[in-house]
DNA sequence: GGAGCACGGATTGTATACAATAAGCAATTT
DNA sequence: AAATTGCTTATTGTATACAATCCGTGCTCC
């Protein structure tokens, strides 16, 4: 009476593991540790790590093992780029179907992002909540299920540095201009301006993000041993 | 002393299988047959079978097994106008970086493309092969390998179609001279209608292939029994 | 005669067991 | 003392074995 299978089970739970730092990049992850953790077997950890691979949080060394995905500059600038065409891309098909319904929904969704919350914290869990449901608002919109998925998938390789990044109260307010210049040029069907907004609201992101270098390099292994992991033929 | 695992190989043999269309979509792919003819044990093939789940050329239905995509015209847009922005993209990025020597070498890929060959078959062969390579040439350029690996990836659950859709001359010649156009913009360093003329040649084999609903209907699934598979709750 | 239920076969999901390989350490030699 | 080689150990890669579930068929009952 399971409702989700081993596999899914362990790739929840790795991904969380990644996604909220516990494991740092560069880091080993043993399936038999895993496995044990969950009190599972080893297959549906291996299958799970195979998938995380193909989503790339994961990379996997012949003989050697699966280690958490090491993000250098070039990585960043990468996903970011990509992930800013998606998004525009989704909003551009977006433009032709969006109903003045959903746009009344992209709106509220920027209101509850302007609250505030109890605590700094909440504020920030709120915030990435929110915020990921404006995109995939947009993204469902567009009515492109692989455009979704590639883009939540570019999404998870980053969200490690997500929460950090909205600590800065600079960005978080940024963040919010935007969505609100897009909202409304969207409500003024000004396809060409929404989507360059859109554009802009990502590489803005990324450029925070690497303006701030202490923020990825926070996340980096412990230079000891681990160091000689890198050394390929 | 192998060069690759025996999921690679597994993994190769199954993609290949589908890609020819030799497992038509809709077909099962059972373990045991491809672990039996591959003379491997099961574990390898599921985790092949996963893979290409992540890749989108199958798809796992719980405790029943592994089936070979299905497409619907819905999934052809997807892919096509996903394309079509991740190449634009690509050569927008690439139009930063290109030399002339680069330049020179997509002429020649062009040229080499409006040769002829001692038969039909051989000659979209030789365009398939050539028309890969111009392309990931590009993205190659632009210096963003995830878009590569999705662009790849999107490819991939078309090639299917691709040799069928070249045998008709008009596709083919259609093709070349966009191709000629492309080259010529980039030349010409006209970033903004090269791009656009990207976009226009992928959503031309889209409308192209959608307008031949034959030659993916002719991969269709023997009706008989197979239909039943579909039925979901 | 048709519908529902039960049982059998087939196939996947999971667990355990074994083999192969690569890293780390120590001992020995130069 | 440093380097190299051999051994040991830990970990993955692969195979085999078992359990759970689903489909189809045949029987029974209405």
Redesign the pocket.
């Known amino acids: ?1 399971r409702v989700e ?3 899914e089970m362990a790739t929840r739970y790795i991904e969380e593991l990644i996604v909220t730092g516990e494991l740092k990049p560069g880091e ?5 540790d895993i496995a044990g953790t969950l009190d ?5 950890v ?1 299958e799970a790590l195979n998938g995380l691979e193909g989503e790339g949080l994961v990379v ?1 060394k ?5 280690f958490v995905i090491e993000m250098t500059e070039k990585d960043i600038w990468e996903i970011y780029t990509l992930k800013a065409e998606l998004y525009a891309t989704a909003l551009n098909y977006a433009m032709d179907r969006i109903t003045n319904a959903q746009i009344l929904e992209l709106k509220d969704l920027v209101a509850q992002m302007k609250a505030n919350a109890e605590t700094k914290e909440e504020k920030i869990l709120a915030f990435q909540r929110l915020h990921r449901e404006f995109h995939i608002k947009i993204m469902t919109i567009a009515g492109n299920q692989r455009l979704l998925k590639m883009a939540a998938s570019l999404h998870k390789q980053i969200r490690r540095y997500s929460f950090q990044t909205l600590g800065y109260d600079a960005h978080l307010t940024a963040s919010n201009q935007f969505h609100q210049r897009i909202v409304d040029l969207i409500e003024q069907k000004d396809r060409e301006q929404a989507c360059k907004m859109m554009r802009d609201h990502v590489l803005d992101a990324m450029t925070f993000l690497l303006s701030h270098p202490d923020i990825f390099n926070d996340c980096a292994p412990e230079p000891a ?1 681990k160091q ?1 992991i890198n050394n390929e033929p």
Chains 1, 2 share one sequence.
């Open positions: 009476m299978s081993l596999v080993q992850i043993k399936e038999d599972i077997s080893r297959p549906p291996r996997r012949p003989r050697r093992g699966a041993k000689k």
